[in-house]
């Protein structure tokens, strides 16, 4: 009797620590753009973001494990002519197909904090700071990049020459970051 209760202990106690754990499989990316004097947005999405994150009990080193590969040619702002203008000077004139991201660190808990965001692109690596909350199993986070950082200013040239006329001549370098996570914990 005394063996079947060690035995139920520790069978219990080893589910508990297995089926307990953050984990996530998908991840969704948004950025602003900015364009006019207005400053006025258009929201981009990208169809194609793999994630890859480990299961982890620890919140920080579950967020910490997550790193993203996002296929530039699968942005998606609504409209096919928009997109094919940005494809065709911002990423192929700098030759970038896909923009890696992955979490440094995170300086908070498994309710609101700061992450350090390293972005890869264009050969060129820069952490971007992101604020997060959390709220019903999902992670929600927003930073500010520029894509002047990226050795980008040919690129961007190209891009502000090419949408002068709809944008009002005013291109603006500096796009609002975001994404959210989805978990089950």
């Known amino acids: 009797m ?12 080893l589910l508990a620590s297995s089926a307990f754990g953050y984990e996530a499989s998908s991840v969704k990316v948004n950025v602003m753009a900015y364009k006019t004097k207005a400053k006025s947005g258009v929201a981009i999405t990208f169809d194609k973001v ?16 997550a790193e993203v ?3 530039v040619n699968s942005i998606n702002s609504k409209m ?19 923009v890696n991201a992955k979490v440094l660190k995170v300086t908070g808990n498994d309710k609101t ?15 971007i700071p992101m604020k997060y909350t959390v709220s019903s199993g999902t992670l929600k986070a927003d930073g500010v990049l520029d894509i002047l950082d990226f050795a980008m200013s040919k690129s961007y040239a190209a891009f502000a020459a090419k949408c002068k006329g709809f944008h009002g001549g005013k291109s603006f370098s500096d796009v609002a970051l975001s994404f959210s996570l989805p978990f089950t914990k």
């Not at 994150?53 to 919140?59: E, G, Q, R, W």
């Not at 096919?80 to 970038?96: E, W």
């Open 69 to 71: 590969s996002i296929d």
């Open 50 to 65: 793999n994630l890859s994150i480990k299961k982890n009990a620890d919140f920080a080193k579950f967020i910490t494990s």
């Open 80 to 98: 096919k002519f928009r997109d094919n203008n940005i494809k065709a000077t911002l990423f192929k004139i700098a030759n970038i197909s896909e």
């Open 113 to 127: 904090g700061t992450l350090d965001v390293e972005v890869s692109m264009n050969n060129v690596k820069k952490i």
């Open 2 to 13: 005394k063996n079947l209760i060690l035995k139920s202990l520790l069978v219990g106690s």
